[in-house]
């Protein structure tokens, strides 16, 4: 019995190194549900507010909000296989008038992440927030987030302070 007591810190000790995992579930993450954007917003460290693609433009910004909410635009579908904490697969969604077809990858550990629009099909955008949308997308680097919401961080110039918010929607079909 005193040995079997002995053993005890050793049992404690591997089950707290086993589990610790620093890797997110990008699986989990990205390919069990469909995503809808909400906006895109600006992180200035201790402030974050919606990104004015508007320029102020209250009239604008109301009908880019009715088009973003229109059932169908700003939804996406990843897949994707997950090795060692990568995950690598295809992509498809839809802004307001264009559909978006590529690749994407990210790594669990840290969260880099790439996107690589392959085909577009549809007329151009012309909203304001879906041409931002538009141009973003391919420039995305890093993700945070987990199985509920999701930011996309995206590179414009030099400016790395601006991500693309999603949410959940439901199971893929």
């Known amino acids: 019995m005193k040995r079997l007591l002995n053993y005890i810190p050793l049992f404690l000790i591997v089950a707290a190194l086993t589990s610790c995992n620093d890797t997110d579930d990008v699986s989990a993450i990205f390919t ?18 919606p990104f004015d693609v508007w320029e102020g433009n209250e009239e604008l910004k109301k009908k880019s909000i009715e088009l973003r909410d229109k059932e ?4 996406f579908t990843f897949d994707g296989l997950e090795e060692d904490g990568w995950i690598s697969g295809n992509f498809e969604g839809k802004i307001v008038n264009t559909k978006l077809y590529g690749t994407w990858s990210a790594d669990g550990k840290s969260n880099a992440m790439s996107i690589k629009v392959n085909r577009t099909d549809g007329p151009r955008e012309t909203d304001p927030l879906a041409i931002e949308f538009f141009n973003s997308f391919p420039n995305i680097y890093k993700y945070v987030g987990d199985t509920r919401s999701i930011s996309l961080y995206y590179k414009f110039g030099q400016i790395k302070h601006r991500y693309i918010g999603f949410i959940n929607i439901g199971k893929k079909k």
């Not at 069990?32 to 507010?49: A, C, Q, S, V, Y």
């Not at 169908?72 to 939804?75: D, F, V």
């Open 32 to 49: 069990k549900e469909n995503k809808k954007m909400t906006l895109i917003f600006e992180d200035r460290g201790k402030e974050t507010k």
């Open 72 to 75: 169908g635009n700003y939804t």
